[in-house]
C-alpha cells in the first residue's frame, strides 16, 4: 500500500469511528475492500471535478445532418408548366420523378392543348413515349384552362401543341425512375 492508500485508509477509519462502526473498520483493515473503497474515492472526486469541463467540451452539438440528406437533390413529385403567348412551353424541359403529376395552366388569350399522341404529330419527331406510356391528349384547353398528367412511366416524353406545332411549340419532359 503507498502513502496515499494509507491515508485514504486513515480518512475511512475516521469516518467510520466516528459513525461508531469499529468493529467494521477492523474487518476491514488489512483487506482489499478498504482500498478500493479509497481509490473509488479518488476517483468519484476526480470525476466531479472533471465532469463540468469535460462535460462541455463533449456535449452533443445540435446536427443538421439528417435534415440535409433527407432534402438532397431529387426529381419533384408535382411541377407546373405554363403556355406563353409567344407559343411555348414554360420551362420547355423539365425533369420529375416516377408518379408525379404536371399541371399544364393556359395563361394566355388562345386555345391550346397538351398533346403526346405520334399519330396526331405532323412530324413524328414532335411526340415521344417510353415504350409502355399510354399517349395522352388534353384536348382544346380555352384560356384560364388547367390540365393535369400523371407520369408513372421513367423515360423521355416529347409533347407538343396541336395548333402550334409547327410553330415550334414543343416540349421535353423527363421522368426518373
Ligand atoms: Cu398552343
Known sequence: MT????????RWEVVLKKMGNIRLVRALRGSQVLLRLGMLAVVVTLMAAC?????????????????AAASAPAAPAAA????????????ATLTVRKGATVTWTNGTSTVHTVTDDPSKAANKADA??????????????NPGQTFQ???DTPGTYKYFCLPHESAGMVATITVTG
Not at 80 to 91: C, G, I, K, N, Y
Open 3 to 10: 502513502a496515499d492508500d494509507n491515508a485514504a485508509c486513515g
Open 51 to 67: 465532469g463540468p469541463s469535460s462535460g462541455s467540451a463533449t456535449a452533443p452539438t445540435a446536427t443538421t445532418s439528417a435534415g
Open 80 to 91: 407546373s408548366v405554363s403556355m406563353t403567348d409567344a407559343l411555348r412551353f414554360e420551362p
Open 128 to 141: 415521344a413515349l417510353p415504350s409502355g406510356a399510354q399517349s395522352w391528349d388534353s384536348g382544346n384547353l
Open 149 to 151: 398528367h400523371t407520369f
